[in-house]
């Protein structure tokens, strides 16, 4: 069951832009969490964030959580052509269920 | 810093073979994970365990089993496999899920069913 769906499917931006990523899910969560795949690779993890939490900073990206409006939004500023992978985000549902991860959107960095 | 392996980052096998796909994690977690990854799916989950011993299945635990003998180590094991369990498999795994806590990913494994 897919709770979390990413917008765009996929993002092409030059080095040095910001690229923004969104996600919206469905039911009431606990948390959500941005995590990112290089190509090939597994998955790491950038960021959690807390439903009782709006925004949240580390380094060069900045996540928003809108529990009203069920979405929130990855922000990576000044990127670099290493920044180029997927970008995933996962819910941990209300009732200690197991994240639940979205289709992810591949973001490419143009140097 | 947790390492989460798996035991092969490439695996081909033929129909109706019974495999086994072994998964590690050095950082004492409670919680493990298997997922399979295809285009334009994304992840989904197929079990996982909270405890040595204890399994639950997850969105698509059909054609799959697994084994919790130590809590280190979470197996998956396909009977018998098919073609359409082609597939990137990624094991994680998680503190424990009495708050809230990110997964660490192994490296995945690339299943070709031929």
């Known amino acids: 069951s897919q709770q979390g769906e990413e917008d765009p499917q996929a993002l092409s931006i030059q080095e040095g832009e910001n690229a923004t990523m969104n996600c919206s899910y469905k039911?009431?969560?606990?948390?959500l969490q941005w995590y990112r795949q290089n190509s090939g690779r597994g998955l790491v993890h950038l960021i959690l964030i807390r439903s009782n939490e709006r925004e949240k900073h580390s380094g060069r990206l900045r996540v928003t959580l809108d529990t009203s409006k069920k979405s929130s939004s990855l922000l990576i500023t000044a990127s670099r052509a290493a920044d180029t992978a997927s970008y995933f985000c996962a819910t941990e549902r209300v009732g200690n269920t197991p994240l639940v991860f979205g289709k992810g959107t591949r973001l490419s960095v143009i140097a | 810093d947790v390492k989460v392996t798996q035991s092969s980052r490439y695996l081909v096998k033929r129909t109706g073979e019974k495999v086994f796909l072994e998964c590690v994690q050095d950082?004492?977690?409670?919680?493990m994970f298997w997922y399979r990854q295809d285009p334009g799916l994304g992840l989904r989950l197929i079990y996982f365990?909270?405890?040595?011993?204890?399994?639950e299945k997850g969105d698509i635990p059909e054609g799959y089993s697994v084994s919790r003998e130590k809590k280190e180590r979470f197996s998956l094991i396909l009977e018998s496999a098919s073609t359409n369990q082609t597939s990137m498999y990624l094991c994680a795994s998680m503190r424990d899920s009495s708050s809230s806590y990110e997964q660490y990913f192994g490296p995945g494994t690339r299943l070709t069913v031929t």
């Open positions: 365990s909270y405890d040595v011993k204890m399994k």
């Open positions: 950082m004492d977690h409670e919680n």
């Open positions: 039911t009431s969560i606990n948390n």
